[in-house]
């Protein structure tokens, strides 16, 4: 696969998100962020959270988003650091320029795809925003997002108050499809020789995912069908958590055939009835049968219950925490990896997919803020006394020192 080069405006997660993909796939990532204002702290706010592990800008929770990319730290409200972000784009030859920041801001950063362009026309611009360009200074953010399109609605228990996901979803939905979407446009770009623009919006993809709830208001379904239902399927039945002699075993039941295999089984035969040999029959005896299974669960160990439902070919899983995680077999050396300044390896997260001749799963660590200002600016012909007189007038930031 060709290398690409993409300069990417990002902080937060759901662009760095995008953009890891990139790293992954073995691409070149250079991260801009901005310089220091008033008393803030300075670049991806992202920096400053989470557990200090060697200085203080590289924290925690900015690591796993931001292995294997480069920093770059540049003044855009300013028109002469837009030059120096004008002159990258031709210069580093830029195959993809993203950025999520308030869509009113672009044209005042000098990052419009317009004029980003105008420096390179074939480049393909991406953005990530709250709800789009027609939004222009909506900010967006996961869990208000989660909130305002029915995500917390559908999550938690069913008499229980709405909850977000544990997972930032939305976030790294918006990353993964505007990954998908700079692919698709390059891909294009190599049938017409043309750029293009792509504006995501966090709501439109969030609503996307309402596949199995949105379409069924227009089918008249009761309320219950579009609200919590806690860890029940509002479909299927039974699916739930059942409790274990020494924890939890999650049991879904798809279709009638794996209920007629489940009561086949000597322990689970007492809760069958011919009503309850269809789905239509078992949603009627929803509450019931769940006490049911949940009576022979508790009798049982998680270990026992696991053989008994593998023999049957039922869908299961011990419900385990995320320590436990790293130990699944189907995961193993799949983990992702990066190194402290000690030496300490630091697992992360798998790839999504498993592709050859791409990069293999141990990256660098995230680079300092600014560390490679200099670096990258003299390679697209910026000399030295360039370089020292723009940082002297806050045009751009070297290496952070605290």
Not at 78 to 104: S, Y
Not at 344 to 372: C, H, S, V, W
């Amino acid at each position: 696969m060709t290398r690409r080069t993409v300069l990417s405006l990002e902080q937060a997660l759901s662009l760095p998100h995008a953009t890891l993909r990139f790293v992954h796939l073995g691409w070149r990532v250079i991260k801009i962020e901005a310089t220091p204002a008033g008393e803030g702290l300075p670049g991806d706010p992202n920096r400053w959270i989470g557990k200090v592990f060697a200085e203080t800008d590289r924290r925690s929770y900015f690591v796993a988003p931001n292995v294997g990319k480069e920093s770059v730290a540049l003044n855009l409200k300013d028109k002469r650091g837009q030059a120096v972000l004008h002159k990258l784009v031709r210069a580093l030859k830029a195959d993809v320029f993203t950025c999520n920041t308030l869509p009113g801001r672009y044209a005042q950063l000098g990052i419009d795809y317009d004029t980003l362009a105008g420096q390179k026309p074939d480049l393909v611009w991406a953005a990530i925003s709250a709800m789009g360009p027609d939004y222009p200074d909506t900010p967006g953010y996961d869990p208000a997002t989660q909130a305002l399109v029915g995500y917390m609605e559908l999550t938690g228990d069913r008499n229980g108050p709405p909850m977000l996901s544990g997972v930032p979803l939305i976030d790294l939905k918006a990353g993964d499809d505007l990954y998908a979407a700079v692919l698709n446009a390059l891909l294009e770009r190599a049938e017409t020789g043309r750029g293009k623009r792509i504006d995501l919006s966090m709501l439109q993809v969030a609503a996307s995912w309402l596949i199995t709830t949105l379409p069924m208001i227009d089918f008249g379904c009761d309320d219950s069908e579009i609200t919590r239902v806690g860890n029940e399927h509002r479909k299927f039945v039974p699916t739930n958590a059942y409790p274990t002699l020494d924890g939890f075993i999650f049991i879904t039941i798809g279709n009638d055939v794996q209920w007629k295999r489940l009561t086949e089984n000597p322990k689970f035969a007492p809760i069958a009835n011919p009503a309850r040999k269809t789905n239509a029959g078992r949603a009627a005896e929803r509450a019931q049968i769940h006490a049911d299974l949940a009576a022979v669960t508790r009798q049982h160990s998680t270990a026992e219950l696991e053989a008994d439902l593998k023999r049957a070919t039922i869908p299961h899983a011990r419900i385990q925490n995320l320590r436990q995680v790293f130990d699944l077999a189907p995961l193993k050396g799949r983990f992702t990896t990066t190194r402290l300044p000690d030496g300490q390896t630091i697992r992360m997260q798998p790839k999504a997919l498993d592709e050859p001749n791409t990069t293999g799963t141990e990256f660098p660590l995230p680079p300092r803020y600014g560390a490679q200002t200099a670096s990258v600016m003299a390679e697209a012909g910026f000399s030295e006394e360039d370089v020292a007189i723009l940082a002297r007038d806050k045009i751009v930031a070297l290496a952070y020192e605290p």
